[in-house]
């Protein structure tokens, strides 16, 4: 399945920076002050970013597996579908819409007809 670049880049890119600042923000509320503040800061914050982004990879790899089994489900639907209606067309007994012909119907229709091709159109 191939997703527009763009899009796929614009939604990455949005929902990294959401994510980011939420977990820098969460990540470095509990750190100490002290003389290695900016270090373990830092480093909370990289951790942070690298798992915003295996958890989106996750998310992305989930909806790609999960669109593409709910894609196939819904062919195997209509392939079941497809096939019950050809067996069912096999079986059906075909009836005949008048049950016989009589020659006064067929007199009164081919009048009905002369009767339109006399008539003139405005």
């Known amino acids: 399945m191939n997703v527009n670049s763009t899009y796929h ?3 990455v890119k949005t929902a ?3 994510a980011q600042k939420i977990a820098v923000a969460k990540a470095t509320a509990n750190i100490p002050p002290g003389p290695q503040h900016d270090a373990i800061a830092h480093q909370a914050a990289m951790q ?3 798992q915003t982004q ?4 996750q998310v992305f790899d989930a909806l790609r597996l999960s669109l593409a089994v709910a894609t196939q489900h819904g062919f195997v639907t209509i392939l079941f579908f497809s096939v019950a209606t ?3 067309a096999f079986f059906l007994k075909d009836v005949p819409l008048v049950k016989s012909w009589d020659e006064a119907g ?4 081919e009048s009905a007809r002369q009767e339109d091709v ?3 159109m405005v």
Not at 54 to 57: A, P, R, S, V
Not at 106 to 109: E, G, H, K, V, Y
């Open 9 to 11: 880049d614009t939604v």
């Open 16 to 18: 990294e920076g959401f």
């Open 48 to 50: 942070a970013i690298q």
């Open 54 to 57: 295996h958890l989106l990879n």
């Open 86 to 88: 050809v067996v069912v």
């Open 106 to 109: 067929t007199q009164a229709a």
């Open 118 to 120: 006399k008539t003139p």
